[in-house]
């Protein structure tokens, strides 16, 4: 059973950085593709970022491109997203989701964490 936890969200002010964290306690991420999306209140989801199962390519959206970086750490089975310069409109609960195949941007997830909030305010 993949139980997907996210973690490391809180209330950061403008230009501010924060990390978030993706991880299971017993399901191996290794070699599944495991995106991050945040949905801002009033909006639909989007997908921020993406790293691929086995080769680890990444994705980005052009709103985050060169601020946010997803990474992958193996031996701690958890997918990480630094977030850099942060804006009010990062402002959202973000969601990190898993999938057999390729990144991808829609919906096409098999499970879902339960998200964290991120608040940029000053």
């Known amino acids: 059973q993949v139980q997907l936890v996210e973690s490391g969200g809180g209330l950061v002010q403008p230009r501010g950085s924060l990390t978030l964290s993706c991880t299971d306690s017993?399901?191996?991420?290794?070699?599944?593709?495991i995106a991050w999306f945040r949905q801002a209140p009033g909006k639909e989801y989007e997908g921020v970022s993406c790293i691929s199962g086995g080769d680890s390519i990444t994705y980005y959206a052009n709103s985050v491109q060169d601020r946010f970086t997803v990474s992958r750490d193996s031996a701690k089975n958890t997918v990480y997203l630094q977030m850099k310069n942060l804006e009010p409109e990062d402002t959202a609960v973000y969601y990190c989701a898993i999938r057999w195949g390729d990144c991808t941007f829609e919906y096409e997830y098999d499970y879902w964490g339960q998200g964290t909030q991120v608040t940029v305010s000053s």
């Open positions: 017993e399901f191996s991420l290794d070699h599944y593709s």
